[in-house]
């Protein structure tokens, strides 16, 4: 989302004010004397958790199962792996 600079003093007094706004994505950079000194920053959620908040929002339309790895595009003939090939066709 964004990132805001807070000094340390307004971070005290307004604690859960900004708090609620990292729990939004915000991250803080904690400055004193105007100095960077720290930074505050929401803690990742797993990709399922964000995808069923997609959901609930009305962004994805998801049943809820894993995905399955994609099939290859391509495939190659003989023994030789595709990077051998490419290798092969820069020389």
Same mark, same amino acid.
Do not use: C, Y
């Given at each position: 989302? /964004? *990132?805001?600079?807070?000094?340390?003093?307004? =971070?005290? /007094?307004? =604690?859960s004010?900004?708090?609620?706004?990292?729990? !939004?994505?915000?991250? #803080?950079?904690? $400055?004193e004397?105007g100095? @960077? %000194?720290?930074?505050?920053? @929401?803690?990742? $959620?797993?990709? *399922?958790?964000?995808?069923?908040?997609?959901?609930?929002a009305?962004?994805?339309?998801?049943?809820?199962?894993?995905? /399955? @790895?994609?099939?290859?595009?391509?495939?190659?003939?003989? *023994?030789? $792996? %595709? /990077?051998? =090939?490419? #290798? !092969?066709?820069? *020389?």
């Amino acid at each position: 989302m /964004a *990132e805001r600079i807070v000094g340390l003093r307004e =971070l005290r /007094a307004r =604690l859960s004010h900004h708090m609620n706004r990292v729990k !939004g994505g915000d991250t #803080l950079v904690i $400055t004193e004397r105007g100095k @960077p %000194v720290g930074r505050i920053v @929401p803690v990742k $959620t797993s990709l *399922e958790t964000r995808m069923q908040e997609m959901v609930q929002a009305g962004l994805l339309a998801w049943n809820g199962q894993k995905f /399955a @790895p994609p099939s290859p595009v391509a495939r190659t003939r003989g *023994e030789r $792996t %595709v /990077a051998e =090939l490419l #290798l !092969g066709n820069r *020389e």
